[in-house]
């Protein structure tokens, strides 16, 4: 069978780590939330391979880099999300230092590859000039 390029990147992997853990915490959410802070973190996870894979569709190194940068910002939505989930004591500190080191884990990889990716901007640029 054959694997896209995105299925291969191992930041893309870890979001899919990321995602895992973000559903099995927002299961337990309270159901009146189920419309409101379950929609809204599982969207936000799920937005973070997403815009990986999206990005990884991409051609040219400078819309690569800009889907890296949607997938960053998703990141740090989900742990806002995270965050208020503990201050509304749906979940507690523990919960939320538990999934934190994924999250990092990811934001350095997203970075990474968005750093290659400018560079693939700049090679692309440089080839193109007259």
């Not at 191992?10 to 899919?16: A, L, P």
């Not at 009146?32 to 569709?57: H, P, W, Y």
């Not at 800009?66 to 742990?79: D, H, P, Q, T, W």
């Amino acid at each position: 069978m054959h694997a896209y390029p995105f299925e291969k990147l191992n930041v893309w992997q870890c979001g899919r780590t990321l995602n895992k853990h973000v559903y099995n915490i927002s299961k337990r959410l309270p159901d009146d939330e189920k419309f409101g802070l379950v929609s809204q973190i599982r969207r936000a996870s799920i937005s973070v391979t997403n815009n990986i894979a999206e990005g990884s569709a991409r051609m040219k190194g400078k819309e690569q880099a800009r889907f890296s940068e949607i997938a960053y910002g998703s990141l740090m939505e989900v742990l806002n999300l995270l965050i208020v989930a503990v201050d509304l004591h749906y979940i507690n500190q523990i919960e939320l230092q538990q999934i934190r080191p994924i999250i990092e884990d990811v934001s350095k990889k997203i970075n990474a590859l968005r750093r290659s990716q400018l560079e693939k901007h700049q090679k692309q640029k440089k080839t193109s000039s007259p």
